[in-house]
């Protein structure tokens, strides 16, 4: 790749004591058969030696940069200051101890460039009655969360996002556990989504990574926060009756889940949190009107 051109992608890679894993990951990356790439490697002030073995891959494949944080900046803010640092059109998340299959890059990129005006594209779901890709405008985009199978619980690392629109809606904020679901939505009013094949990463599970700090509870109470503002941002892609049939939907299908999950199993304690900060909240936002924000 010619330094003075920028590249179609920009994979950017987040780490965090990663020695055990950042060389499979980063060898995965450059192994692609899509090779107009960078890789950013921005390690999160690991105390192993991840940056040591980082750097010594890239001294070996000019396509690599390695930079360190002086301090930690945490997992979404990290993200933010790794896509700072890309020249790509695309940002291509792969996490430090995952690997990307060596045609994942090249299947993505095939994908997103049949669609120029999209922002944004997420895997990890199949198409029922059609084939990958499939654009989603943003209206159908929200529809599909609130009333259909749902598109926007994805990691980072399903994703590719163009450079672009990452950079107009401002990155992702720094809520932990949820600022991709939150990103997704920002996005998603704003720009189409590409559905893409799945299969294109390994998502490793090991016992370093870091543990939800949040029960399923609390989560699930996070989840209605980000999607009822997310409603109510002016910018919301529905109409008033439409974002009525989304809330509608969503309040369907958390009560199933309270019933199912916790009164059909005697879990008493649990359906009282789950009533009070899931059911109460969405049912004080629909007795107060959907005001956009």
């Keep these: 790749m010619n330094q003075a051109t920028p590249p179609t992608v920009s994979v950017l890679m987040t780490a965090y004591n990663r020695a055990d894993y950042i060389a499979d990951g980063m060898g995965s990356v450059l192994a692609s058969d899509f090779d107009d790439l960078e890789l950013i490697v921005v390690d999160d002030g690991s105390s192993d030696n991840t940056v040591e073995i980082a750097r010594s891959i890239a001294e070996r494949d000019s396509r690599v940069r390695v930079y360190q944080n002086p301090q930690n900046l945490g997992d979404y803010p990290n993200r933010n200051h790794a896509a700072?640092?890309?020249?790509?059109?695309?940002?291509?998340?792969?996490?430090?101890?995952?690997?990307?299959?060596?045609?994942?890059?090249?299947?993505?990129?095939?994908?997103?460039?049949?669609?120029?005006?999209?922002?944004?594209?997420?895997?990890?779901?199949?198409e029922l009655d059609r084939p990958h890709p499939v654009l989603f405008s943003p209206k159908q985009a929200y529809l599909e969360e609130f009333c259909g199978r749902e598109?926007?619980?994805?990691?980072?690392?399903?994703?590719?996002?163009?450079?672009?629109?990452?950079?107009t809606v401002g990155g992702f904020s720094g809520m932990r556990q949820l600022g991709d679901m939150e990103f997704w939505l920002k996005i998603g009013a704003r720009y189409p989504l590409v559905?893409?094949?799945?299969?294109?990463?390994?998502?490793?599970?090991?016992?370093?990574?870091?543990?939800?700090?949040?029960?399923?509870?609390?989560?699930?109470?996070?989840?209605?926060?980000?999607?009822?503002?997310?409603?109510?941002?002016?910018?919301?892609?529905?109409?008033?009756?439409?974002?009525?049939?989304?809330?509608?939907?969503?309040v369907k299908r958390k009560k199933q889940a309270f019933w199912r999950h916790y009164v059909m199993r005697?879990?008493?304690?649990q359906a009282l949190v789950y009533y009070r900060d899931v059911l109460n909240p969405i049912a004080k936002h629909t007795r107060n009107g959907l005001h956009r924000s």
Excluded at 87 to 109: F, H, Q, T
């Design 84 to 126: 700072s640092l890309a020249r790509g059109k695309y940002l291509k998340y792969v996490d430090s101890d995952d690997m990307i299959y060596p045609w994942g890059l090249g299947a993505i990129v095939r994908c997103m460039e049949q669609f120029p005006d999209a922002g944004f594209g997420l895997s990890a779901r199949s």
């Design 151 to 167: 598109l926007f619980g994805r990691a980072p690392g399903s994703s590719m996002i163009l450079r672009s629109a990452f950079e």
């Design 266 to 269: 005697g879990q008493l304690t």
């Design 195 to 250: 559905t893409l094949p799945q299969a294109l990463v390994w998502d490793r599970v090991h016992e370093g990574q870091e543990q939800n700090a949040n029960t399923g509870l609390e989560k699930t109470a996070m989840q209605v926060q980000v999607a009822l503002k997310a409603l109510a941002e002016a910018n919301c892609p529905l109409t008033d009756a439409e974002r009525t049939t989304a809330i509608q939907s969503f």
